[in-house]
């Protein structure tokens, strides 16, 4: 049975409040795990089944029917979770590159919500008794089935050792929240954003994005990703007055243009090929 997930809102800022719960945020792919009848199965937020994809959480000793919401992540060797790792476990279709991949990148099943054990829904109770079931059920913790750390009332202080740390953020919850299957404001998200000053060197014909540059080592412009979000129509407005006279050339995708134009964005945080993780606009800069 597939339960669509509680969904989070975004808080620009940390804060501290003793009526919540604050977590890490774990940096992989949301999940919703069923067993039940002794069969487990894995569903992305958006009821796409991924079990195959994670051979290693199917032979985890489940000894009652329970659904759990959580996170799957991969853990490099230094400790850090690493997305580019298990998205590429997501991807992974053909047996013999998922029981590769299994050996390689290592998945792992943070769990932070149970919704129901043994047959009762259980998304009606408030989140903390939610928390004392979890703790207390069957669950078979071992390297790659743990659950969530979690401290009450100091968020501002986890999200600073967050940010030492470089890691994705924090979530924010209220002990009295029900579990909804929607968005709410009773969960919350505070990202660890990266900053960063880029070129926009292009602008995509069909869809809304600009395309964007980074320096490298030699004082070169190379591509580093796509806009798609923050600006609002009176940016757009601007920059498509700015861009008239800067370009170069086009394609049927594309239109390309001179650097003249600098911005500053927000990014999760650099992919290893060097290019923004869903960069959003900020704010032009004037040289």
Same mark, same amino acid.
């Given at each position: 049975?597939?339960?669509?997930?509680?969904?989070?809102?975004?808080?620009?800022?940390?804060?501290?409040?003793? /009526?919540?719960?604050?977590?890490?945020?774990?940096?992989?792919?949301?999940?919703?795990?069923? #067993?039940?009848? $002794?069969?487990?199965?894995?569903?992305? *937020?958006?009821?796409?089944?991924?079990?195959? =994809?994670?051979?290693?959480?199917?032979?985890?000793?489940?000894?009652?029917?329970?659904?759990?919401?959580?996170?799957?992540?991969?853990?490099?060797?230094? $400790?850090?979770?690493?997305?580019?790792?298990?998205?590429?476990?997501?991807?992974?279709?053909?047996?013999?590159?998922?029981?590769?991949?299994?050996? =390689?990148?290592?998945?792992?099943?943070?769990?932070?919500?149970?919704?129901?054990?043994?047959?009762?829904?259980?998304?009606?109770?408030? @989140?903390?008794?939610?928390?004392?079931?979890?703790? %207390? !059920?069957? @669950?078979?913790?071992?390297?790659?089935? %743990?659950?969530?750390?979690?401290?009450? !009332? !100091?968020?501002? !202080?986890?999200?600073?050792?967050?940010?030492?740390?470089?890691?994705?953020?924090?979530?924010?919850?209220?002990?009295?929240? /029900?579990?909804?299957? *929607?968005?709410?404001?009773?969960?919350?998200?505070?990202?660890? +954003? %990266?900053?960063?000053?880029? +070129?926009?060197?292009?602008?995509?014909?069909?869809?809304? $994005? +600009?395309?964007?540059?980074?320096?490298?080592?030699?004082?070169?412009?190379?591509?580093?990703?796509?806009?798609?979000?923050?600006?609002?129509?009176? #940016?757009? /407005?601007?920059?498509?007055?700015?861009?008239?006279?800067?370009?170069?050339?086009?394609?049927?995708?594309?239109?390309?243009?001179?650097? $003249?134009?600098?911005?500053?964005?927000?990014?999760?945080? +650099? %992919?290893?090929?060097?290019?923004?993780?869903?960069?959003?606009?900020?704010?032009?800069?004037?040289?």
């Amino acid at each position: 049975m597939f339960i669509p997930p509680m969904l989070l809102e975004t808080s620009q800022t940390p804060f501290t409040d003793d /009526r919540y719960i604050f977590e890490p945020k774990f940096d992989g792919h949301r999940a919703i795990l069923t #067993h039940s009848g $002794g069969r487990t199965h894995i569903y992305t *937020r958006h009821n796409n089944e991924c079990t195959r =994809q994670y051979p290693e959480l199917l032979s985890v000793p489940f000894q009652e029917d329970m659904i759990l919401d959580g996170e799957i992540v991969c853990i490099d060797p230094t $400790g850090a979770v690493d997305f580019e790792a298990v998205m590429t476990r997501f991807q992974a279709r053909r047996a013999d590159s998922i029981s590769r991949l299994m050996e =390689q990148l290592p998945a792992a099943f943070v769990v932070f919500d149970i919704l129901s054990y043994r047959g009762e829904d259980l998304r009606g109770l408030p @989140l903390m008794r939610r928390k004392e079931i979890l703790a %207390t !059920a069957s @669950l078979p913790v071992n390297r790659h089935i %743990t659950i969530c750390p979690y401290i009450e !009332a !100091a968020g501002e !202080a986890l999200y600073a050792d967050i940010c030492s740390r470089s890691m994705e953020g924090i979530v924010c919850k209220r002990k009295d929240s /029900r579990y909804v299957s *929607r968005r709410s404001p009773a969960w919350q998200k505070v990202i660890n +954003w %990266t900053f960063a000053e880029v +070129w926009i060197t292009g602008f995509r014909k069909d869809e809304f $994005g +600009w395309l964007v540059s980074v320096e490298d080592g030699a004082g070169r412009l190379r591509p580093a990703g796509v806009i798609e979000f923050g600006p609002n129509r009176d #940016h757009k /407005r601007a920059f498509y007055g700015l861009a008239k006279p800067l370009v170069i050339s086009e394609d049927k995708k594309n239109v390309y243009l001179q650097p $003249g134009i600098r911005v500053r964005v927000k990014t999760r945080n +650099w %992919t290893k090929a060097g290019m923004l993780r869903d960069p959003v606009f900020v704010e032009f800069l004037i040289s």
